[in-house]
């Protein structure tokens, strides 16, 4: 554990020119002034990796051809990375972190965990073997309302939990992938057996389990190939049962045309209900049993410990999509410092998604109707 409180150390593993994520990795992680990027393995090909370095601003010493490379010469500097964030597709991710906690290196890695379920248990017998910390960016975890409404359904303020609704649908996949961040979402070489369902449907269902507190035990999954030559899902659709009784229903779609990013998770309990919407992430709806209905926005004073730790600005200053993100770095450097309060989702959330996406596709495609979550078929 690093126990000073210096800035920490971060080697990144793509986002190289023409990336997304990478760049969304380098802001959050520097927002809060923790963590500074100081090497990079940015593509596969030296001299994009050499540019990207460039774009990044770090020395040009420290933009590697190579993972291998950059983790030789990083753990041998006195002043080396202190961990490796991986911003890669999906097919990369279990190579990245094998080599990476061999070498001794914590790592924050995007979601979902890897390209198969059979992956994720390896990577996730790596994680525990190493014992070092590790991370997933499911971002929407980040956001302080989301926490806010967590910490109060824990503390039963809807009493049992009855239904839960999650949706996010997009309309950027409805035409022709074009372009380098839609290209490899659609190949199964590079994202693994599942499209929408492998990249929003993990986010959805992470969100609704980590707010309700419940677990998935069975399921019903419906998914789509819409658009005509696509080789993956695009549009799904999972009723869900939870450990506790409650039943609910996952919607995800990467081809509903005028939707942008609209996750929203709605859970109704025995004596209230909660909303929210990621594209309006400052208000949580409360309703109550007596008609009443409360704006809890962000910054409120009486927001909980989690809301007001995962909060910078004050009430009506927004914050959105980059700070939610900024948090989930806040929480992975309290574990490389040794501090408690982490939220930041682990390799038991990177199992669940993994261990969905199988179940859904496979399910789904052989018409099973209910199974157990585990893939076997209900008697």
């Not at 009784?245 to 998770?265: D, F, M, T, V």
């Not at 859970?267 to 909660?274: D, I, L, M, S």
């Not at 450097?333 to 390799?347: C, D, V």
Request: glycine share 12%; net charge negative; hydrophobic share 40%.
């Amino acid at each position: 554990m690093i126990r000073s409180k210096r800035r920490l150390r971060m080697g990144l593993v793509g986002g190289g020119p023409g990336s997304f994520i990478g760049p969304v990795h380098r802001i959050a992680a520097e927002l809060d002034r923790e963590i500074e990027l100081v090497a990079g393995a940015f593509s596969s090909d030296p001299d994009r990796s050499r540019d990207a370095g460039v774009l990044y601003g770090i020395d040009p010493e420290r933009a590697y051809p190579s993972l291998e490379a950059m983790l030789r010469e990083e753990t041998a500097r006195p002043e080396g990375i202190d961990f490796v964030a991986v911003a890669t597709p999906n097919f990369h991710h279990l190579p990245a972190v094998r080599a990476a906690l061999t070498a001794g290196v914590p790592v924050i890695c995007d979601k979902p965990a890897t390209a198969t379920l059979a992956e994720a248990e390896e990577m996730a017998a790596l994680v525990r073997q190493a014992g070092l910390p590790f991370a997933l960016t499911y971002t929407y975890s980040g956001y302080p309302l989301v926490r806010e409404a967590r910490a109060r359904i824990a503390a039963g303020a809807i009493g049992k939990v009855r239904k839960i609704l999650v949706e996010y649908p997009q309309g950027w996949l409805a035409g022709e992938a074009a372009g380098k961040q839609a290209e490899w979402r659609v190949d199964p070489a590079r994202a693994g057996a599942g499209g929408c369902i492998a990249d929003i449907g993990v986010h959805a269902f992470h969100l609704a389990e980590f707010v309700s507190g419940l677990r998935v035990e069975r399921l019903m999954a419906d998914l789509g190939t819409v658009v005509p030559g696509r080789l993956l899902d695009d549009d799904c659709q999972l009723l869900l049962r939870f450990n506790n009784g409650a039943r609910g229903a996952l919607l995800a779609s990467q081809i509903s045309i005028g939707e942008r990013n609209g996750l929203r998770l709605r859970v109704y309990g025995e004596t209230g209900g909660f909303d929210w919407k990621q594209e309006t992430p400052n208000t949580l709806i409360q309703h109550h049993l007596d008609g009443r209905t409360e704006l809890v926005q962000a910054g409120d004073p009486a927001l909980g410990p989690d809301a007001v730790w995962a909060s910078r600005t004050p009430g009506g200053h927004p914050e959105g999509y980059l700070e939610a993100f900024a948090n989930i770095y806040r929480d992975f450097a309290r574990q490389l410092r040794g501090e408690p309060g982490s939220l930041a989702p682990g390799i038991e959330d990177g199992l669940r998604g993994m261990r969905l996406i199988e179940t859904a596709v496979d399910t789904s495609a052989r018409n099973l109707g209910w199974v157990d979550f585990s893939g076997g078929q209900d008697n």
